[in-house]
């Protein structure tokens, strides 16, 4: 999903449609989809309908004893205290994360969603509270003057999920406590509701947080365990998100733009922000979503290339942008989505475009540092769910020319066109081979065949046949699409002529580099397709927060 992958959009520049998608595989998505579709919409109205009965019957049980002495301990918080009555110190507050034994006999406040609710008889109940990731246990003990029963009861019949503020003592129990991440308790003083959760959740998180890998123990042993299919998670994406392992895997895309952003702006880029409304619509018949804008036909941008190389001649001389790409493909693969976010750089080039590539090495090298260094928490996260391997890569990154490449295929027996584009298969088999070989799963194939590039890429000095272009690959999948730009106007009409696209319709294009181009270059790469790939995920609606794909457009 790299934003390079098409030319830019709009009239100036014709979009080149992708490589066809084979067509079992579209029709065998697309239905499956459209049939969990229509279940999950009778399932929503039968859920709908239970929660409506459901929430009028804990209306009715979960109360305040008004005849307790020791009510105003606990209870559900009034509407116009959480309206911004009084301004408050949120360091009133101590987060989840931050209770450990140093704060041991000390009076703590925290808030956070009421994960796990269990009564021990009419005197005690425990409530695991969850926030950002983190849990820790708390205990509601009936005692003269300090709790009452009745607030035991209370706590009970909390919903779980409810978002709750809960003060008392911190206490460092003698055994470990296995089902949460703090090893200290709260011994509950306060309780109050800040807001209640449906009693019946659409999904459960403990079923959304569950891996295959104990469902299908669980079977072994003959026991059938909940499975949350992938439609399920994405209608009910506000509380899927919550499983530990969508914290780990959004937290961890946040440090990719974080991480793709400062290294840029310490090597000299400048981030940019371009237009996603184009004028005109896109030519070649490439896929592309087109609108009405105040009677123009205008389109959504596939890709920031036209305008960020102008910057280039804007003398901007090294610019990035992050931002989304739109994609009006009818793709049903589990790399594909109509809405990305578009991670782009384009640089001027000195002398030759491995320029270019030497960045994209010291980028991603340093991002896979970074990730694995600071972000193991998450990443354990995510591994528990989704067991995977960690990414194998080199501290100086493979680079092979596409010829290199195309003899490794055959030399495993592999048929393959020596000037044609690698498909699916082929891009994971020669994956495959180059980590046999080299022991790495990220590297860098260049010097394409000119045929497969777009029309503005630079051919190759010494032989025309080739082009001045690379593709970069995580675990045998395509994740960055690069080269060098044709700067010189008329010798750019001559390539867009020798590919059958009229000059006339990509004259705004062309004539952006009349005004004096200095050579430049530049890749684009998708942000969701990074940390799928990285994580060794089997689907990228896994790393799209609210995922659009050809038939999802909500949530």
């Known amino acids: 999903m790299s934003t390079e992958s098409h030319a830019p959009s709009s009239a100036s520049v014709p979009e080149q449609p992708p490589p066809p998608q084979p067509q ?35 209306a009715q049980s979960l109360s305040v004893d008004e005849d307790d002495p020791l009510s105003a301990n606990y209870g559900d918080v009034p509407l116009p205290e959480l309206q911004s009555k009084v301004a408050a110190d949120i360091r009133d507050w101590t987060e989840v994360g931050a209770l450990s034994s140093s704060l041991k006999d000390k009076y703590v406040l925290v808030r956070g969603r009421a994960q796990v609710i269990r009564a021990v008889g009419k005197n005690m109940a425990f409530l695991v509270i ?37 003060e008392g003592v911190v206490s460092v129990p003698d055994v470990q406590i296995k ?17 209640k959760a449906m009693p019946s959740l659409p999904i459960n998180i403990e079923d959304a947080a569950r891996s295959d890998v104990e469902i299908e123990k669980a079977l072994q042993a003959g026991e059938q365990l909940v499975r949350v299919n992938q439609d399920t998670r994405l209608n009910y994406r506000v509380i899927d998100m919550r499983t530990p392992a969508n914290q780990g895997i959004f937290r961890i895309q946040c440090q990719v733009g974080n991480i793709f952003r400062q290294f840029l702006l310490a090597e000299g880029f400048v981030e940019i922000h371009t237009p996603k409304l184009i004028a005109g619509s896109s030519e070649g018949g490439a896929a592309v979503f087109k609108l009405d804008y105040k009677g123009q ?36 693969t589990h790399r594909h ?11 001027e080039i000195k002398k030759h475009y491995f320029e270019v590539i030497d960045v994209v090495d010291q980028l991603f ?7 694995n260094k600071n972000c193991a928490k998450e990443l354990e996260a995510v591994g528990r769910q989704y067991p995977f391997e960690p990414l194998k890569y080199l501290r100086q990154t493979l680079k092979l020319t596409f010829e290199e490449g195309v003899q490794m295929l055959k030399d495993a027996g592999v048929e393959v066109d020596p000037l044609g584009d690698l498909n699916t298969e082929l891009e994971r088999k020669l994956g495959q081979l180059v980590l046999e070989k080299y022991g790495t799963e990220f590297y860098i194939l260049h010097r394409y065949p000119l045929a497969v590039r777009p029309f503005y890429t630079m051919p190759c000095y010494d032989n025309p046949t080739y082009s ?8 045998g999948e395509e994740i960055i699409s690069g080269a060098q730009r044709v ?5 750019l009409a001559e390539r867009a002529q020798a590919c059958g696209i009229e000059v006339n319709t990509i004259s705004t294009y062309v004539d952006s580099f009349r005004y004096g181009a200095p050579p430049h270059g530049g890749f684009g790469v998708g942000l969701e397709r990074v940390v799928m790939l990285f994580l060794g995920l089997n689907n990228i609606r896994k790393t799209s927060l609210f995922p659009r794909d050809p038939l999802r457009l909500a949530p």
Do not use: W
């Open 24 to 58: 079992s595989e579209q029709e065998e998505d697309k239905s499956q989809s459209k049939k969990a579709a229509k279940k999950e919409a009778a399932k929503q109205e039968k859920l709908r309908r239970r929660q409506e009965a459901a929430l009028a019957s804990a």
């Open 130 to 166: 969850r926030e950002k990731g983190f849990t820790v246990q708390c205990v509601v003990t009936a005692q003269p003057d300090v709790v009452s029963r009745q607030m035991v009861k209370y706590a009970a019949g909390l919903s779980r999920e409810s978002i709750v503020d809960i």
């Open 179 to 195: 089902g949460a991440t703090q090893q200290v308790e709260v011994q509950v003083r306060k309780l109050y509701s800040v807001n």
């Open 297 to 332: 036909p205008a389109c959504l941008a596939q890709s920031p290339q036209l305008h960020k190389q102008m910057a280039i001649c804007g003398d901007f001389g090294r610019v990035f942008e992050i931002g989304p790409v739109f994609r009006a493909e009818d793709s049903y």
């Open 337 to 347: 989505l109509c809405e990305f976010t578009g991670l782009d750089v384009e640089m």
């Open 365 to 371: 090298v340093a991002m896979f540092d970074a990730l």
């Open 468 to 475: 001045n272009s690379f593709d970069v690959f995580i675990r």
């Open 487 to 491: 700067h010189v106007p008329d010798f």
